[in-house]
Each structure stands twice: as structure tokens, then as C-alpha cells.
């Protein structure tokens, strides 16, 4: 059984920081990646970011414009989402999601293929 947990939401003024961490555990053969969801409500769900776990390969969205970065521990079974500059449209919950493969795969990974997700953590900005 595949968990995902994520942590590190919480309410920060805009121009603030935040590090969000996706915790993940389970049994993975093969090849898997880890993204970064956000979805207001009343709104599609988009992808922020996302990484490959052998190799480390990245995307973020348009949106992100380098405000957003993305790191992996193996070692831990972590990624993690740092993000600058935060404005009040990056108030969302945020979600974590794996996606698992058994051969290399093309990045990013559409959406529906993503397997296991958590269930999400706030991240509100305001004054």
C-alpha cells in the first residue's frame, strides 16, 4: 500500500516563504514520479511541478516563473517544494501525487496517470 503525506502549508503575507514536503512510503518497482497539484475551489486542479525519481528531471508550470522549486531525497522517500515570493493566487490546497511506471517515461507525466495522492495541505497568502 502506497501512502502519500504532504506538510508545510499554513497562512504567510505575500512575499513570504513556504517548504512544502511530500512524504511517500511504499512498495516501488520500477520508475515513479512525484508532482505537485494545487486547486482552488470552484477551479480546475493544475500542475505546479513535478520531478523523476532516477534521474531527477523536472517541469514546473507556466505559472511558476521561478518561484517554485523542486528537490527529491531518495534516501528519505521526500520531495520537496520550496516556494518565493508567494501572492495571494497561490492560495490553494496543494496536493502531492506519484505517479508509477515500469519503463523510462517522458515528463511530465498527464495528470490521469498520477496513481497515489494525498490529501492536500492549505497554503493561504494574504495580508
Known amino acids: 500500500q502506497v501512502h502519500v503525506v504532504e506538510s508545510g502549508g499554513g497562512s504567510v503575507q505575500p512575499g513570504g516563504s513556504l517548504r512544502l514536503s511530500c512524504a511517500y512510503s511504499?512498495?516501488?518497482?520500477?520508475?515513479?514520479?512525484v508532482g505537485w497539484f494545487r486547486q482552488v475551489p470552484g477551479k480546475e486542479r493544475e500542475v505546479v511541478s513535478c520531478?523523476?525519481?532516477?534521474?531527477?528531471?523536472?517541469y514546473y508550470g507556466d505559472f511558476v516563473k521561478g518561484r517554485f522549486t523542486i528537490s527529491k531525497d531518495n534516501a528519505r522517500n521526500m520531495v520537496n517544494l520550496q516556494i518565493h515570493n508567494l501572492r495571494p493566487e497561490d492560495t490553494a490546497v496543494y496536493f502531492c501525487?506519484?505517479?508509477?511506471?515500469?519503463?523510462?517515461?517522458?515528463?511530465?507525466?498527464?495528470?490521469?496517470?498520477?496513481?497515489?495522492w494525498g490529501q492536500g495541505t492549505q497554503v493561504t497568502v494574504s495580508s
Open positions: 501525487a506519484l505517479a508509477t511506471f515500469t519503463e523510462p517515461f517522458d515528463m511530465p507525466p498527464r495528470e490521469y496517470m498520477y496513481d497515489y
Open positions: 511504499g512498495l516501488f518497482l520500477g520508475y515513479y514520479a
Open positions: 520531478i523523476s525519481s532516477n534521474d531527477g528531471r523536472t
